[in-house]
């Protein structure tokens, strides 16, 4: 039985791992579920296994490479569990971690309604932050560049469906990110207001993003002059980030959309 759920439109399948644990390519499995034609079709797929404080889980994008968290994923991982615990009020439900590997991200259940979830989650402090300038062909962009978990690059300035095309595109593959990243346009419109496109590592657009939200807030906040709690628009909706002495803390729903079988073979 697979679990398909997704959080502003950036879209996961959620398997357990019991039922995948004799599949010897599973990235071959991610994109078969992934494929938007011929499979479940989704940004990526979760292999999870419950544990008694929430669940512990793997991720794997489209295209079948491994990445260490999405804030996305950990909510509707979130948003599965929480059903799966019963009928408690928000507020009554004990906290759901959930383990990756890029550690415990820890969410509080605000509110609930006909299979939508909206949860507090605790994401970390953000690490590594700098600003740089790379090169795209002859072009020379001014990036921030920092981990939340996963790599991220975010370009401030102008938002365009060209520049993701042209720049954030190849930004996502460039030599100076050995490993690939996410990236983000992010313009500052208000002090608690940032819109943002994103080119997502393993995948390209995708109409949201939890761990690029954030990174596009840190952005925002250190070098382009936003406040510490903001609104954060992406084409799939707003999620809200708070930068606290504690971290980084972000706010959004995540919905359940359908149980279902996978009935072509696991082995590719």
Partial sequence: MIVKAHAFGNDF????????????????????????????????????ST?????????????????????????????????QRGAAMPGQQAPIEIQTDAGVKR???????????????????????EKTTLQVGTVPIDVVTMRVGNPQCVVLGEVTDDRLRNVASQLAVHPHFPEGTNVELASVEAPDRVRILIWERGVGPTEASGTGACAAAVAAIQFGGAARDLEIVSPGGSQRVEWTD??????????????AAWLAPFES
């Fill in 13 to 48: 399948v959620l398997v357990e791992s019991k039922a995948v644990q004799g599949t010897r390519d599973l990235p071959a499995l991610a994109q078969a579920i992934c494929a938007r034609h011929r499979g479940i079709g989704a940004d990526g797929l979760i292999v999870y």
């Fill in 51 to 83: 544990t008694p404080s929430g669940a512990s889980m793997r991720l794997l994008n489209a295209d079948g490479s491994r990445s260490e968290v999405s804030g996305n994923g950990v909510r509707c991982l979130g948003a599965w569990i929480a059903s």
């Fill in 107 to 129: 969410l509080e259940l605000l509110a609930c309604q006909e299979g939508r979830y909206t949860f507090r989650a605790a994401m970390g402090v953000p690490e590594q932050v």
């Fill in 246 to 259: 504690e971290g980084l803390f972000l706010t959004g729903w995540a919905e359940l959309i359908a149980e």
